[in-house]
């Protein structure tokens, strides 16, 4: 299982990977392997185990796609039962997927504020000592807010923001048409369900039920509203 805890200071998140404790079957060792730590055994983030599981937290960059297993004893292999999505890896085998989204970082928020209330002030000061030079101002702000509000134009065809959709999930919605949030807006949960079904018994797990209302916002840009949404979610479910 994962657990994801978004850092403020930093666009990075701290992910708890959990394996239970009936899984590992006293093994003494198990580690967290994957795209993070080069697959290699040496590398690898120890596990601890605790009354019913086998834990370990990894700080990774937000913002990327992931691929993980769990590795027993440096011999038995095991995918999270609850990923984010599965990839066939070249030898065939699945692995396990955790997507992590891109995080504004509080600092620079933090940052943005106070230039903003500098603005403000500035502005104020100047209408009083000279109205030409206000307006300027404004037309200055106008222009940048224009800029920023071009520059927080989202891919619309990135399902994989939608939390719960990895990119071979990605893939499969668009092999049916559905290419777009808006596509996936308006699509239908038993829609969605039978195009996981009909992939096999990996992909049956999953469950769309929020996808929809994931895209509805993702489509309106609502970003806000759906991050507080994603953090009410685990694994794309409520």
Same mark, same amino acid.
């Given at each position: 299982?994962?657990?994801?805890?978004?850092?403020?200071?930093?666009?990075?998140?701290?992910?708890?990977?959990?394996?239970?404790?009936?899984?590992?079957?006293?093994?003494?060792?198990?580690?967290?392997?994957?795209?993070?730590?080069?697959?290699?055994?040496?590398?690898?983030?120890?596990?601890?185990?605790?009354?019913?599981?086998?834990?370990?937290?990894?700080?990774?960059?937000?913002?990327?796609?992931?691929?993980?297993?769990?590795?027993?004893?440096?011999?038995?292999?095991?995918?999270?039962?609850?990923?984010?999505?599965?990839?066939?890896?070249?030898?065939?085998?699945?692995?396990?997927?955790?997507?992590?989204?891109?995080?504004?970082?509080?600092? %620079?928020? *933090? $940052? /943005? &504020? @106070?230039? +903003?209330?500098?603005?403000?002030?500035?502005?104020? !000061?100047?209408?009083?000592?000279?109205?030409?030079?206000?307006?300027?101002?404004?037309?200055?702000?106008?222009? %940048?807010? *224009? $800029? /920023? &509000? @071009?520059? +927080?134009?989202?891919?619309?065809?990135?399902?994989? !923001?939608?939390?719960?959709?990895?990119?071979?999930?990605?893939?499969?919605?668009?092999?049916?048409?559905?290419?777009?949030?808006?596509?996936?807006? @308006?699509?239908?949960?038993?829609?969605?369900?039978?195009?996981?079904?009909?992939?096999?018994?990996?992909?049956?797990?999953?469950?769309?039920?929020?996808?929809?209302?994931?895209?509805?916002?993702?489509?309106?840009?609502?970003?806000?509203?759906?991050?507080?949404?994603?953090?009410?979610?685990?694994?794309?479910?409520?």
């Amino acid at each position: 299982m994962l657990k994801k805890q978004y850092l403020k200071d930093k666009p990075a998140c701290k992910v708890t990977f959990s394996l239970p404790k009936e899984v590992v079957n006293g093994a003494k060792e198990v580690k967290v392997l994957g795209d993070f730590n080069n697959w290699s055994w040496e590398n690898g983030v120890n596990m601890k185990a605790s009354k019913t599981a086998y834990t370990a937290v990894v700080e990774l960059k937000a913002g990327s796609n992931y691929e993980f297993r769990y590795l027993i004893d440096n011999q038995k292999w095991e995918n999270d039962w609850e990923a984010d999505a599965y990839q066939i890896n070249p030898f065939g085998v699945e692995n396990s997927v955790i997507s992590l989204e891109a995080k504004a970082v509080a600092k %620079k928020a *933090t $940052t /943005a &504020k @106070k230039t +903003a209330k500098a603005v403000t002030k500035t502005a104020s !000061k100047a209408t009083t000592t000279k109205k030409v030079t206000a307006k300027k101002a404004t037309t200055k702000t106008t222009a %940048k807010k *224009t $800029t /920023a &509000k @071009k520059a +927080a134009v989202v891919d619309q065809t990135d399902l994989k !923001k939608i939390e719960g959709i990895g990119p071979k999930i990605a893939e499969m919605l668009n092999a049916k048409g559905i290419k777009t949030f808006a596509d996936l807006a @308006k699509a239908k949960n038993t829609d969605l369900q039978a195009i996981l079904d009909a992939a096999g018994p990996r992909y049956k797990m999953h469950n769309p039920s929020t996808w929809s209302e994931q895209a509805k916002l993702a489509a309106k840009g609502n970003w806000d509203k759906l991050t507080k949404l994603q953090n009410e979610l685990k694994g794309g479910k409520r």
